[in-house]
């Protein structure tokens, strides 16, 4: 598995993150749900509650091939990370910390449960300068790929 570089993790957590969760079932046929519970666990794993996404759910259980954004709208920056899944826990520190959200502590029609967890294997930018370029683990350096580079250098994020 890669570590997730500190600014991508960041943006998980920035209050006007939106989040998508992508699956896609035995067939290939992708499902693309919006998943506000989505957090970082740590550098290599992040977390989702799972409350009420049935077909979310059996495409993780079949296949295990999942894919996140995360968008900050204000700043048109945008990541996509792909991992596989690997499994619900129904207790436990990841299931208590996603129960601890305010969105499922104070909800008194769902809660969660249980906690999705997801192992990253790939992250990549998906905004200007370099959409579409993978971040970690960093693609091979090429003549073309050091140039932009160089040019992406001067932004601070994305």
Request: glycine share 6%.
């Amino acid at each position: 598995m890669v570590k997730m570089p500190v600014q991508v993790m960041e943006k998980f957590s920035h209050p006007d993150a939106v989040k998508f969760l992508a699956t896609v079932d035995k067939e290939g046929k992708p499902n693309v749900v919006y998943m506000k519970s989505l957090i970082v666990w740590d550098e290599q794993t992040l977390i989702y509650a799972d409350a009420m996404g049935v077909k979310t759910k059996q495409n993780l259980q079949d296949t295990k091939k999942v894919a996140v954004s995360v968008f900050i709208p204000d700043k048109l920056i945008c990541y996509q990370l792909k991992g596989e899944f690997i499994g619900f826990k129904k207790s436990g520190p990841y299931y208590e910390k996603l129960s601890s959200l305010p969105e499922f502590k104070y909800n008194a029609y769902f809660g969660v449960r249980a906690a999705g967890i997801i192992k990253v294997k790939e992250v990549y930018s998906a905004c200007v300068p370099l959409p579409g370029r993978r971040i970690a683990p960093p693609e091979p350096y090429t003549e073309e790929s050091s140039a932009k580079i160089v040019w992406s250098s001067r932004r601070l994020d994305c």
